[in-house]
């Protein structure tokens, strides 16, 4: 069973200044302390391959997962990470991926804005199905949150 979920946001910063964040390692410190416990890079430089440990707070019914970075795209300002130990994978998922995409504000011809766009795409077994309920869009809009809100302090 494969599903998807996304969630849209605008950010009143230029998509440069928002894909400065959210293509580097910088997001995970961002969030460390507020939506997780640690963020720690087990290899790589934040490029594709990078693999990060997550450690995640007691509430969130995970202790940890690790994840890798599949496509870093700093044309089109797209990064991709999937899981690869832990985490979702533990309770029948074959593939748990968070995809954030920063655009120009097509309302905005300034250029003083954009659109930051995060999708979750998931499949689990068949046996598992049932575990699909679990996947909701609060990590990524949580992440979308204290994210833009570190963008707009640092103005």
Not at 27 to 38: D, H, Q, Y
Not at 134 to 146: D, V
Request: aromatic residues 8%; proline residues 3%.
């Amino acid at each position: 069973m494969f599903g998807t979920l996304s969630e849209e946001t605008e950010v009143k910063v230029p998509a440069s200044k928002a894909w400065a964040l959210y293509g580097t390692l910088e997001l995970g410190k961002v969030v460390t302390g507020k939506l997780v416990n640690a963020v720690d890079v087990v290899e790589g430089d934040g490029g594709v391959g990078t693999i990060l440990k997550l450690t995640l707070k007691p509430e969130s019914g995970f202790s940890c997962y690790s994840e890798k970075f599949t496509k870093v795209d700093n044309e089109n300002k797209v990064k991709e990470a999937e899981v690869v130990e832990g985490g979702y994978l533990d309770i029948g998922f074959t593939l748990y991926r968070i995809r954030f995409e920063v655009k120009e504000n097509p309302n905005d011809d300034t250029g003083a804005s954009c659109i930051v766009k995060s999708t979750i795409e998931y499949e689990v077994k068949e046996e598992a199905a049932a575990n699909a309920s679990l996947i909701t869009n609060e990590p990524i809009i949580g992440i979308m949150s204290i994210a833009n809100e570190h963008l707009l302090k640092s103005g």
